[in-house]
């Protein structure tokens, strides 16, 4: 099975987030690299405007150099739409995932509204799998004792006093480098959050980490003449 990670760094606000820069990579279940890309949206990162909203704008000079360098490309949305609707269909994913799905998910639909016009709602087909890595390392670490103490001890914790499951808190309890920073951008990301994703299906293999679930049918009440039946079989 091979999969697809994919993280965004997004501007305007969080509940309506606009992106400007994908990142994904596609592995096996061994974790080899198959495919990844770095692709910054110009039509949103050329607007100064929106990007003057960018949560991680200081970081802007950065992907100029990388653009420069040829580390990462400069595309339209069409083309990055297309490059990761092309690579999930060469490469066979059968499952995308993000850290936090439901906001990549949200900020790539978004967005593709934005630039079409809402002509085209879904950034990839309606239907498609996704995972959220978030959703498994809670499932993974809600029983972990080890992993409170170490939130409790370096003040990861939230507001309500329940340890945090960012991916770079998870990243340093993992490696055990406490000093880790997450880059913020978007194949940069990808890596860890790739690590985090292959750690919790070897923790726990059987794991459901879907977005979501499908609804269970409703149970169809009996006929009269299947109670019958049924209490004929009791008797």
Request: proline share 4%; aromatic share 14%.
């Amino acid at each position: 099975m091979n999969f697809m990670m994919i993280d965004t760094e997004t501007t305007n606000s969080l509940d309506d987030p606009i992106v400007y820069d994908v990142g994904y990579e596609i592995f096996d279940e061994n974790g080899a690299t198959i495919e990844k890309a770095s692709m910054t949206n110009k039509d949103i990162f050329l607007d100064k405007e929106f990007m003057s909203t960018a949560y991680y704008a200081e970081k802007i000079p950065n992907y100029w150099k990388e653009i420069w360098a040829k580390k990462r490309e400069l595309l339209s949305w069409r083309e990055i739409k297309w490059r990761v609707f092309d690579a999930c269909k060469r490469n066979g994913c059968e499952i995308v995932a993000a850290h936090n799905a439901r906001f990549d998910r949200l900020a790539l639909n978004l967005t593709q509204r934005y630039i079409t016009t809402s002509k085209h709602r879904f950034f990839l087909p309606y239907g498609t799998t996704w995972w959220c890595s978030l959703r498994m390392v809670k499932e993974v670490l809600k029983e972990n004792e080890e992993y409170k103490k170490f939130c409790k001890y370096y003040n990861f914790m939230t507001a309500n006093n329940q340890p945090r499951y960012t991916a770079e808190i998870v990243y340093k309890f993992l490696t055990g480098d406490v000093d880790f920073e997450e880059v913020h951008q978007g194949i940069d990301d990808v890596e860890i959050e790739k690590e985090i994703f292959l750690w919790c299906l070897k923790q726990k293999p059987d794991i459901d980490g879907r977005l979501f679930k499908p609804k269970p049918e409703p149970v169809k009440p009996l006929e009269p003449w299947e109670i019958e039946i049924a209490e004929l079989m009791a008797s």
